[in-house]
């Protein structure tokens, strides 16, 4: 009897230890894996046409803040129109105001030129960039763009 109950301990402390090791397997995750898994995300929903509410944050003109709705069609901006007064955006400062391919080009460009620091957030959905602080924001270099309100159409 003593032998059967050694034996059942032992093998619930098997599973145990299976579990516990199990549960503390760690995946490699970082900026640039989560950047692929974002993308991929982005590309298995790939929209022909949305529009995305696009701001930015940096000590520069109104006119290059936003917010501005960005509407792409077949992967090319269309238009982009300030939100508030409904004014596009002049051909000057489009490219502070990019579509989702473009912030990821962005994301992709400053991890491959190694700057830091860098804050991604995408949606957890969509995969698209919500929130990507690039450089140090704080002083007159960084670099930080928001975008929200995604409607596929």
């Not at 990019?98 to 860098?118: N, S």
Request: with cysteine; hydrophobic share 40%; glycine share 8%.
């Amino acid at each position: 009897m003593r032998s059967r109950s050694v034996c059942i301990r032992f093998g619930i402390l098997a599973a145990l230890f299976t579990l516990s090791v199990n549960g503390c397997k760690s995946t490699v995750t970082g900026p640039k894996s989560e950047l692929e898994e974002a993308r991929a995300r982005w590309s298995m929903v790939a929209p022909a046409a949305y529009t995305v509410v696009v701001s930015r944050s940096c000590e520069c003109l109104e006119a290059a803040v936003g917010p501005v709705l960005v509407t792409v069609r077949n992967g090319v901006a269309q238009s982009r129109l300030y939100t508030q007064s409904g004014a596009p955006v002049a051909t000057t400062h489009d490219d502070r105001f990019p579509t989702v391919d473009e912030l990821f080009a962005i994301i992709e460009a400053a991890m491959r030129d190694g700057i830091q620091p860098m804050d991604v957030t995408y949606d957890p959905t969509f995969g698209y960039p919500t929130r990507v602080f690039i450089g140090d924001t704080s002083a007159d270099g960084g670099e930080a763009y928001f975008a929200r309100d995604l409607h596929i159409q």
